[in-house]
């Protein structure tokens, strides 16, 4: 699930937005009640990576399979999301069932391995194109072992 272009005003409009879409495809009972979820984490610590990349997450009772929905922001357009070398160009959200702590730790940690590559994180901000986004999210993530 991929939205291009993005013009949200904060952060809590972008990954509202991001989880919209994870509720459109099926992947959320009762979305007031994830967003809660979301935010409460998003307190509890920044979610900013370098590299102009948000990754909010949250483990959630309202949610149904492991979900990632990527936002990239319009140009100009970015938002803090605490990360030190700056705002995010790029947006994930990350969502898993409350009851899958070992899959939001496997899927944190392949999105880390690969965020932490320049290439990859300069593939997400350059692609015009849901298909590849979704693509280059899927080489990292094997939704099928989930």
Same mark, same amino acid.
């Given at each position: 699930?991929?939205?291009?272009q993005m013009?949200?005003?904060?952060?809590?409009?972008?990954?509202?937005?991001?989880? $919209?879409?994870?509720?459109?495809? $099926?992947?959320?009972?009762?979305?007031?009640? &994830? #967003?809660?979820? %979301?935010?409460r984490h998003?307190?509890?610590?920044?979610?900013?990576?370098?590299?102009?990349?948000? #990754?909010?997450?949250?483990?959630?009772? &309202?949610?149904?399979?492991?979900?990632?929905?990527?936002? %990239?922001?319009?140009?100009?357009?970015?938002?803090?999301?605490?990360?030190?070398?700056?705002? +995010?160009?790029?947006? #994930?959200?990350?969502?898993?069932?409350?009851?899958?702590?070992?899959?939001?730790?496997?899927?944190? +940690?392949?999105?880390?391995?690969? #965020?932490?590559?320049?290439? &990859?994180?300069e593939s997400?901000?350059?692609?015009?194109? +849901?298909?590849?986004?979704?693509?280059?999210?899927?080489?990292?993530?094997? &939704?099928?072992?989930?």
């Amino acid at each position: 699930m991929v939205a291009l272009q993005m013009v949200t005003p904060t952060r809590d409009s972008t990954v509202a937005a991001l989880a $919209g879409l994870l509720q459109d495809a $099926g992947r959320l009972s009762d979305l007031p009640g &994830f #967003l809660a979820d %979301v935010h409460r984490h998003e307190h509890q610590l920044a979610t900013g990576l370098p590299g102009g990349i948000g #990754l909010a997450h949250a483990r959630s009772d &309202f949610v149904s399979a492991p979900s990632i929905a990527v936002g %990239v922001m319009a140009y100009g357009q970015s938002l803090d999301f605490g990360a030190k070398d700056g705002p +995010a160009h790029v947006v #994930l959200l990350l969502a898993t069932p409350a009851s899958s702590y070992s899959e939001h730790l496997m899927m944190l +940690a392949a999105l880390a391995r690969s #965020l932490a590559k320049d290439s &990859f994180r300069e593939s997400l901000r350059r692609a015009n194109d +849901a298909g590849v986004i979704a693509g280059l999210v899927g080489s990292t993530i094997d &939704f099928s072992t989930l």
